[in-house]
């Protein structure tokens, strides 16, 4: 593992953080102790780049021309510290033991850098350079080209680009990207059903999207999974229900591809699954909804907002009507 720091990116920071980092590479040099020091060391600088430190490190970080560069010298530093660390085990007689300790102890320094990347990019979410810098480590996360990001990490960097959304648009479009990532990673939570077509299965429930010139998604259902319809899934528009005479309704609703708009809905135990969700702040009901891997075009707006948040915070959403 090779990792090379550009004359550009240290011409990006001022003298002072320049000889703050030079301290940094020289304690690991001099008190190298174990790759669990390091991993403590970054833990604890990701720390402090979480919600309520955000304007300590944004002083701290102000004169910083990019994200990237911190990152490039955090890790500069990993490689010299290992560097270090492996040739102290030189002696050592399983390699091979200990080749897949180190690959372990370094994805898990890996994953602390990518957070702290979010992290260093959400601190100041109103600059264009930290939004492209935030929609850049998105896009390496889902090619898997870096760990995933960290749910919890997700949902701070997320929020912080929210929060900042009211004054900048830039800022909307990378809280949303951040909300569609959060999705991706709710697709270990899809119930293990054998799900079929509602339409090729001739059952008689009926289930309406918005009528609108999109695309809606393929319905499914799972036979195996039929619950008292007060209880079961539900998927038409606010004060509208066509299956009121039947006493069954599928336990969950799959709901996958095309698109679907919110506003006017009424929606309860559904899973939408690469979906591309459309709304613009009016009133809507969601209770027990999972997004998995969508695509959110929303409006920016309070109301669009409050559900933003509650994508970057929880699996399983419920969203009352204002």
């Known amino acids: 593992m090779n990792f090379v720091l550009r004359s550009e990116e240290m011409a990006s920071l ?102 702290a990347r979010a992290l260093i990019s959400a601190n100041q979410p109103l600059k264009k350079q930290n939004q492209d810098a935030a929609t850049e480590l998105i896009v390496q996360a889902r090619q898997g080209s870096i760990p995933p990001i960290p749910a919890p990490i997700v949902r701070d960097a997320g929020d912080s680009f929210v929060q900042a959304s009211s004054q900048d648009q830039g800022a909307w479009k990378v809280a949303l990207e951040y909300a569609a990532y959060r999705s991706l990673l709710n697709t270990p939570e899809i119930p293990k059903y054998k799900p ?35 209880q079961g899934a539900h998927l038409d528009l606010i004060g509208k229900d066509e299956n009121t005479k039947l006493d069954q309704a599928p336990g969950w609703l799959f709901a996958s591809g095309g698109s679907a708009t919110l506003d006017g809905m009424d929606i309860r135990n559904v899973i939408f699954e690469g979906v591309q969700i459309y709304y613009s702040g009016k009133e809507v009901i969601l209770k027990n909804v999972i997004f998995i891997d969508c695509k959110f075009m929303f409006d920016r707006g309070p109301r669009t907002g409050q559900l933003a948040v509650q994508l970057l915070t929880s699996t399983i959403i419920t969203f009352p009507p204002s």
């Open 14 to 115: 001022n003298e002072k953080d320049r000889e703050w980092f030079s301290g940094k590479i020289h304690a690991a040099i001099t008190s190298l102790q174990t790759s669990e020091w390091i991993k403590t060391q970054i833990s604890n600088a990701v720390e402090e780049f979480r919600p309520k430190w955000w304007r300590k490190a944004g002083e701290k970080f102000l004169a910083v021309g990019s994200p990237i560069a911190i990152c490039a010298l955090i890790v500069a530093l990993l490689a010299v510290a290992f560097g270090a660390l492996y040739q102290s085990f030189s002696h050592v007689k399983e390699e091979t033991e200990f080749r897949t300790h180190t690959r372990d102890e370094l994805k898990a320094i890996h994953i602390e850098v990518v957070s």
């Open 196 to 230: 079929e077509s509602l339409r090729a299965s001739n059952q008689a429930w009926g289930y309406n999207f918005v009528p609108d010139n999109h695309t809606p998604p393929t319905l499914q259902f799972s036979k195996s999974y039929l619950v008292p319809r007060q």
